[in-house]
């Protein structure tokens, strides 16, 4: 591996700087860590192949010695026939806690030893090393609950963070254990801490992407628990370095005693850390965080069991903070949407002209977390807050909204848009833009990062940092100080919700625009081509396929259609219609459309939605009816469940001809009355639901049963050979003729 901190590396790799430390093959170092033995062994005849050069000290016998020799030969039958059974049933995680034969000639003679195991390449390795301290079964099943339903009790992902902490610290009796996340470009952030009072805190402070090399992470998310007993140790080195076999050093990334980067040791003895440990916290595949523990008061080593009661919990905490961010995003998208409730409420109330107000809203720049806004509209610059020279703005608006997309675009880095921004002192780090029309623009401004934290802030972490001399290459303080300067200039990140709330804004607010503008009609054709995609979503597990027609008569019309991610299983198929066509009937749409989004998106169930959609009808669209339909479809079940409120029922198209999804149809939304039951069945795989509005099948002086069963007959089981898309367009061609009306056709095969 590279430089120890005494200077010694073992041959495993060349040694490692901070110039390249980020290509460290860390997986294999050559050697572990002292407080136990490695043997690698061949699982069929468990003859040793490499061995720890403590072998000598542990059980007698020299690592060179060793190799070649039967395992029970080292270490006694018991362990042989332990590693056996274990081999069979590929029971490796299990615990393995045997007392060694009295006999060894070396130190572990007698002892009670941890045994864990692992596969490397065609190796079995077997890591031995002593309880530590008295056995004791830390997480019994009442324990283990109680844990859990504590964790649970949290509400929130900090919440859930900082109890996970106090248990990983009483499991463990580290000195302190933080909670820390990565976000997009891997910084990390302190999020929780549980401590001794004397200590330092280090809540809230950020570390640069390099604190933590690629490969590390990557090691991270296959070997979840890393302990570093004693950050002064000296390695041991492997026996041969290069497998016999596979002519490599051994790859150890799932061992217990790995070796660690000296660079690591060097920043810990930095912080007077004496031990380490270190437990991941795994969303999907990915890293999402660590839970980092450190000790400050001499080596320390928390038995296996230990160890494995903390690696259980954060796997635990893992899931539920998956959860919680699922629950924080709903309820961020909930607070959202009742801001942007309040303030639309104000807009379509006020008699001032709609931008003018918009821009004196209180909550405008609060809505994104912004301390400036900009806003172009007919041929006047307007702003409020923090904002650079008015020359900057329409660079900066223009490089966000392209050609291509001139709704929406954001960055956190302004002055990497163009290089015309250089020349000016005053730009804002981040940037989010709406338009609404290509003469009219938005656009929110945020301040850089680093002006909202301050590693020195704290008084004793000024104290800390006056402490570290010259020679001090790796700490918190400089880490921070590097993490300051790959932010500089940058904002915080815009987030999804941020994203979602101004588009949100943009849509609403084109619909008012609608009854006061000279341009309604272009307005309104851009506004509906942007909600209305003419590209259905890509699923997993499921095909979709969307088709929008305007009437032949009218260029605008009351049709829409929405999916609706519910959670990881779930998604909401929605398809509707407003009476009438033209301005009204598009803004209408829009107001209804996203009200039923924000319904769903909350956790309504489907019917209760509707309901609620009947009555947001009723009191805020003036003389104004509409129909909808929504099917939830549950991928891995393959179940779905439809409410209606007055729209045509979807056909349902299998190779079980006895399925039908007639949900019976509350009133059509307006009226203020009526409530809608929701109807669930199960699908079997390849079912296929087409989802329509009467366009498709409504034809002046033709029969409307007829038209269905012209529609039925072309739609045939489903899908063939052509596939979705193709059937769609033969589908929207099976009844002759046009309506009058738009029409929208969504499909959904469930695979």
Known sequence: MSATPDGRHTPAYAPADLTNCEDEPIH?????????????????????????????????????????????????????????????????????????????????????????????????????????RPRSVLLTYQSARSAMARLSAET?????????????????????????????????????????????????????????????????????????????????????????????????????????????????????????????????????????????????????????????????????????????????ALATSELLARMLGRLAGTSEPVLDALLDDPELAGLMQANGVAMWADGRLQTRGVVPSQAALPLIASALLSPEDSSIGSTEHVAGLDPRLEQYADLPAGALAIGTLPDRWLVWLRPEFEQTVDWGGDPRNKELASSEGAAVRLSPRKSFDKWREVVRGHSRPWSDEDNQAADHLRAQLNGLLLKRSREQIQVAESLQRSVLAERAPRLEGLDVAVRYTSAASYQLGGDWWDCVRIDDRRTAFVIGDVAGHGVEAVAAMMQVRAALRAYLLTGDAIGSSLDKLDRFVADLVDDQIASALVVVVDREARRLEAASAGHPAPLLLSTDPTLTLRPTARPVLGLGSGLATALAIDVPPGATLLMFTDGLVERRGSDLFDNLRLLEQSAGTGPDEAGLEAWVDRVLAAVPGSGGDDTTVLAVTVR
């Not at 979840?224 to 076999?245: E, G, K």
């Not at 031990?275 to 969303?283: A, D, E, F, G, W």
């Open 28 to 132: 294999i170092p050559g050697a572990i860590q002292p407080h136990g033995m490695l043997l690698a062994v061949d699982p069929g005849t468990m003859h040793v192949a490499v061995a720890s050069a403590n072998c000598q000290e542990l059980v007698g016998v020299a690592a060179e010695e060793a190799i070649g020799r039967t395992l029970a030969s080292l270490v006694g039958d018991a362990v042989e026939d332990a590693v056996r059974r274990r081999l069979v049933e590929a029971t490796f995680r299990e615990p393995l806690i045997i007392s060694l034969p009295e006999s060894l000639p070396g130190s572990l003679a007698g002892r009670e030893v941890d045994v864990t195991l692992h596969r490397s390449s065609s190796r079995l390795v077997i890591e031995i090393e002593t309880v530590g």
């Open 156 to 332: 929130s992902t900090v919440g859930l963070a900082a109890q996970l902490a106090r248990e990983v610290r009483a499991l463990t009796d580290f000195d302190r254990v933080m909670v820390y996340r990565f976000d997009r470009d891997w910084n990390g952030e302190v999020i929780a801490e549980e401590r001794r009072d004397d200590l330092n805190p280090f809540l809230g402070l950020h570390y640069p992407a390099t604190d933590i090399p690629a490969q590390a992470r990557r090691l991270y998310t296959v070997n979840w628990t890393r302990l570093i007993a004693d950050v002064h140790y000296t390695p041991v080195p492997l026996h041969p370095i290069l497998d016999p076999v596979a002519q490599a050093p051994l790859d150890l990334s799932h061992s217990t005693l790995r070796s660690v980067s000296p660079i690591h040791l060097e920043y810990l003895q930095n912080m007077g850390v004496t031990s380490s440990m270190s437990l991941s916290l795994v969303q999907d595949g990915e890293l999402w965080g660590l839970v980092a523990c450190h000790h400050y008061s001499g080596p320390h080593r928390p038995s296996q069991d230990a160890r494995a009661a903390a690696e259980f919990l954060s796997q635990v905490a893992s899931q539920q903070i998956a959860e919680r961010e699922r629950a924080d995003a709903s309820s961020r």
